[in-house]
């Protein structure tokens, strides 16, 4: 049973910085993408960042310069480094992983997965 679980968010003050963490577990044999995605309320979930198990990174423009993607392929985690927060940052994120689980080629499965997301609030 593969489960991604955030943690890191909280409330912080306009300006301020707050970094989150997605522990990815279960039978993985790759993580090819992790993604951060968040949900401020009346509004669709949106893509803030990606990272590729090469390293490559996207940003949504929003959060470029602010915001940093990496990961830990040994621990099978990504982190989201974010500084000079806003209030419009104000949401929930979520980790998303597309990843192959299974021990063996014969069962190796790719799928995409979501944690259930941590709240980050942001005062003005």
């Known amino acids: 049973q593969v489960q991604l679980v955030e943690s890191g968010g909280g409330l912080v003050q306009a300006g301020g910085s707050l970094s989150l963490s997605c522990a990815a577990s279960g039978n993985i044999y790759s993580i090819h993408v992790f993604g951060w995605y968040r949900q401020a309320p009346g509004k669709q979930r949106e893509l803030v960042a990606s990272i590729t198990n090469s390293g490559r990174t996207e940003y949504a423009d929003s959060v470029k310069g602010r915001f940093t993607i990496s990961r830990d392929n040994a621990k099978k985690m990504a982190y989201l480094q974010m500084i000079n927060l806003k209030p419009e940052d104000t949401a929930v994120y979520y980790c998303?992983?597309?990843?192959?689980?299974?021990?063996?080629?014969?069962?190796?499965?790719?799928?995409?997965?979501w944690g259930r997301g941590t709240q980050l609030t942001v005062s003005s």
């Open positions: 998303n992983a597309d990843l192959t689980s299974g021990s063996y080629s014969f069962n190796f499965r790719r799928s995409e997965y």
